[in-house]
């Protein structure tokens, strides 16, 4: 079974900094990954997708890399804003349709 | 394009009441799907469906039917409403095939079951 998980739980950083969330699943056959992005009271809104195939996406200030050998992904936030501030949760799909969650890192950025 | 849309957006329900969360897309991707959402469990695939006419239970699907008779609706019953069914429920959208998987999710239902 996929087991997904996030590290840290919550992380809290001065504006301007930047920072890297990360993500670890157990089985490495997966067909893809996908970061999203959940504001308090609010649906998930996808960040970014990397196909198994590729090695990292980036959009804008977001960069996402995949080491699917080692089960790792990780998201890069250059520059954080306030407006960052939201909960952070990846995805991988393993066979037919599913998607295994992780939990989420609950990221505050400071003014 | 509205998007995914659902309602209604809280409820709450007696023990053994029930009810239909809708769910609703626009852009007429052929998969849709609802999850759960859970502190400390993360979101978890309830039912989901790869067109009309089909459907197929994920992970958690006691409790709760689904049918898909149109490409744009997916609604979930639950039959007989229990505490154990308090959560958050969010309904997802993508197209099917390789590079297109984005999924977009709906706003949420908030659902308290006394």
């Known amino acids: 079974k996929q087991e997904v998980t996030q590290i840290p739980a919550a992380l809290s950083v001065p504006e301007g900094e930047n920072l890297v969330l990360n993500c670890s699943f157990t089985?490495?056959?997966?067909?893809?990954l996908q970061w999203f992005r959940q504001d308090p009271g609010k649906g998930l809104t996808s960040l970014l997708l990397i196909q198994s195939s590729q090695r990292e996406q980036t959009s804008g200030r977001l960069n996402a890399s995949l080491d699917k050998s080692s089960g790792r992904s990780t998201l890069y936030i250059a520059a954080s804003q306030p407006g960052d501030s939201a909960t952070y949760l990846c995805a991988v799909k393993t066979s037919g349709s599913r998607l295994t969650f992780g939990e989420g890192t609950q990221l505050t950025v400071n003014p | 394009n509205a998007g995914v849309t659902q309602t209604p957006k809280f409820q709450v329900l007696k023990t053994g009441q029930s009810m239909t969360l809708q769910c609703a897309q626009d852009m007429n991707h052929e998969y849709m799907s609802w999850y759960r959402q859970d502190p400390g469990m993360g979101l978890r695939l309830i039912h989901y469906s790869v067109g009309a006419g089909i459907t197929d239970q994920g992970e958690v699907p006691n409790g709760y039917n689904v049918s898909r008779s149109t490409t744009e609706d997916f609604p979930l019953r639950l039959l007989s409403a229990a505490p154990s069914q308090t959560s958050v429920y969010f309904c997802?959208?993508?197209?099917?095939?390789?590079?297109?998987?984005?999924?977009?999710f709906g706003p949420g239902t908030r659902l308290l079951v006394l």
């Open positions: 997802a959208s993508r197209r099917t095939g390789q590079g297109v998987e984005t999924q977009y």
């Open positions: 089985d490495s056959a997966i067909y893809n």
